[in-house]
T-cell receptor
């Protein structure tokens, strides 16, 4: 069974600085995807970034980028130039495409951006 | 605008009562899901449905029931058998897959906060 682990329950960062959130996962699949979702105080789940395992290049979306280490089964999220609006819970997620794309989530990291 | 609508936003349940949470989507998505979120924790899958009139148990299905009579609707009933129902419930859907290894992002509703009183 797939598992997703986020080892940092809470983190904080000063505005405009860079922060990295960690995620490790376990799977026996060779081709798969990984997602980072953001849940702000409104509790709406928002997709931040996705990575396809067969792609060597790390995904980037504006200030958000990932460090994907397939052999180590590690998928960290880097937020550059942190903004107050980045304050949220961040979840790493693994979609199981053998089960209708159901997502297995990590426990989340609460990120606080300080002014 | 297309999206997923959950109602109500807040729901209160008395001990021993069954309550039903609504989830409707107009995205023409085949698959729908129910997740439970406890404070400070990740989301856990309750039930999912890939097509009309079919659904599968997730990791924490005990005390819950669902139906999928229409593509657009996937209501969740929290029964009296669920001993600790106070939580935040999120409904999600995904578009049809276009390939064997295709994966798409999930679209989420805004959630229902259920409290036992």
């Amino acid at each position: 069974a797939q598992t997703v682990t986020q080892s940092q329950p809470e983190m904080s960062v000063q505005e405009a600085e860079t922060v990295t959130l960690s995620c490790t996962y376990d799977t026996s699949e060779s081709n798969y995807y990984l997602f980072w979702y953001k849940q702000p105080p409104s509790r709406q789940m928002i997709l931040v970034i996705r990575q396809e395992a067969y792609k060597q290049q790390n995904a980037t979306e504006n200030r958000f980028s990932v460090n994907f280490q397939k052999a180590a089964k590690s998928f960290s999220l880097k937020i550059s130039d942190s903004q107050l609006g980045d304050t949220a819970m961040y979840f790493c997620a693994y979609p199981n495409n053998n089960a209708g794309n159901m997502l297995t989530f990590g426990g989340g990291t609460r990120l606080m951006v300080k002014p | 605008d297309g999206g997923i609508t959950q109602s109500p936003k807040y729901l209160f349940r008395k001990e021993g009562q069954n309550v039903t949470l609504s989830c409707e989507q107009n995205l023409n998505h085949d698959a729908m899901y129910w997740y439970r979120q406890d404070p400070g924790q990740g989301l856990r899958l309750i039930y999912y449905s890939q097509i009309v009139n079919d659904f599968q148990k997730g990791d924490i299905a005990e005390g819950y029931s669902v139906s999928r009579e229409k593509k657009e609707s996937f209501p969740l009933t929290v029964t009296s058998a669920q001993k600790n129902p106070t939580a935040f419930y999120l409904c999600a859907s995904t578009p049809p897959l276009t390939g064997v290894e295709d994966v798409t992002e999930a679209f989420f509703g805004q959630g229902t906060r259920l409290t036992v009183v």
